[in-house]
Antibody, heavy 121, light 112 residues
């Protein structure tokens, strides 16, 4: 079974750093892009960026470029999303998802279970 | 404001048919990019419902169907059931500089 398992919920203070993870199993981790998607409380889905674990090629949405860093460790089939200085506005649920299909025609499947990040003083 | 526009809510009685629209522009749906649909049940992660405009993944009932025409797409659900109550999102690709993979704002389906 293809599966993405994310790390647990986090509670942080503004200005702190954070890295959350997404571990893939049941497929060749280096053969598919992994994307990160944000869902703010009560809101919709926003694509943040993606990484190709084979060579760590990375693309970011302009809305998130410079605010987060996406990385991967292919030796342990894990992708990461990290912040160097969190803000209260980073409070959200973060999902990782595998990109399937041909390039710009691709879709997200499956999704991780989500990691809730709460930033509060 | 989402790049793809969906109605905030739709509703229907059990057994009825409902449709959810997804309107884009010439830089996404109208440019020929595929539309995909996701179902998000309360408190859970999104799940792929339709891919490539009209294809159902294994395990998705044939009560769910998708279509695309011009700059819009639609998700139809027939034989509504209580367990269909969820948020539904469309997704496509946008060739402008705003983003690349884009979502609709989501539609809350209420089964009356």
């Amino acid at each position: 079974e293809v599966q993405l398992v994310q790390s647990g919920a986090e509670v942080k203070k503004p200005g702190e750093s954070l890295r959350i993870s997404c571990k893939g199993s049941g497929y060749s981790f280096t053969s598919y892009w992994i994307a990160w998607v944000r869902q703010m409380p009560g809101k919709g889905l926003e694509w943040m960026g993606k990484i190709y674990p084979s060579d760590s090629d990375t693309n970011y949405s302009p809305s998130f470029q410079g605010h987060v860093t996406i990385s991967a460790d292919r030796s342990i089939s894990t992708a990461y999303l990290q912040w160097s200085s969190l803000k209260a506005s980073d409070t959200a649920m973060y999902y990782c998802a595998r990109l399937v299909g041909a390039a710009s025609f691709s879709w997200f499947d499956p999704w991780g279970q989500g990691t809730l990040v709460t930033v509060s003083s | 404001q989402s790049v793809l526009t969906q109605p905030p809510s739709v509703s229907g009685a059990p057994g009825q048919r409902v449709t959810i629209s997804c309107t884009g522009s010439s830089s996404n749906i109208g440019a020929g990019y595929d539309v995909h649909w996701y179902q998000q049940l309360p408190g859970t992660a999104p799940k792929l419902l339709i891919y490539g405009n009209s294809n159902r993944p294994s395990g998705v009932p044939d009560r769910f169907s998708g279509s695309k025409s011009g700059t819009s797409a639609s998700l139809a659900i027939t034989g509504l059931r209580a367990e269909d109550e969820a948020d539904y999102y469309c997704q496509s690709y946008d060739s402008s500089l705003s983003a690349f993979w884009v979502f609709g704002g989501g539609t809350k389906l209420t089964v009356l």
